[in-house]
């Protein structure tokens, strides 16, 4: 069992920066690849980003280049930092472990997050 607790979330401008994090607790941290995930009212969960055990990681397209993730094993914890934040990037945003597989699939991740709010005002 991996129980992940997501912080970080809240109200910014337009153009703006936030960073989520998520903690892990349970299992081997280091054996699970982490992925984050977003699902605004009345759309799909949608794939934001992912990173494996050995950093490699992997964005959705509508992110890349204005978000970066990153873990430290460590700390057992992932970070997801958002740059130039867009009033569409609004979702509350997940954080899930995987063991592997398509990682910009949900369906792959075993264990869920509750999500964290995050609102950009234009």
């Known amino acids: 069992q991996v129980r992940l607790v997501e912080s970080g979330g809240g109200l910014v401008q337009a153009g703006g920066s936030l960073r989520l994090s998520c903690a892990a607790s349970?299992?081997?941290?280091?054996?699970?690849?982490l992925g984050w995930f977003r699902q605004a009212p009345g759309k799909e969960r949608e794939f934001v980003a992912a990173?494996?055990?050995?950093?490699?990681?992997t964005y959705g397209n509508l992110v890349r280049g204005r978000f970066t993730v990153s873990r430290d094993n460590a700390e057992s914890t992932v970070y997801l930092q958002m740059n130039s934040l867009k009033p569409e990037d609004t979702a509350v945003y997940y954080c899930?472990?995987?063991?592997?597989?398509?990682?910009?699939?949900?369906?792959?991740?075993?264990?869920w997050g509750q999500g964290t709010q995050v609102t950009v005002s234009s």
């Open positions: 899930a472990a995987a063991q592997g597989g398509l990682l910009q699939i949900a369906t792959w991740y075993e264990y």
């Open positions: 349970g299992r081997t941290f280091n054996s699970y690849a």
């Open positions: 990173i494996m055990w050995s950093g490699a990681n």
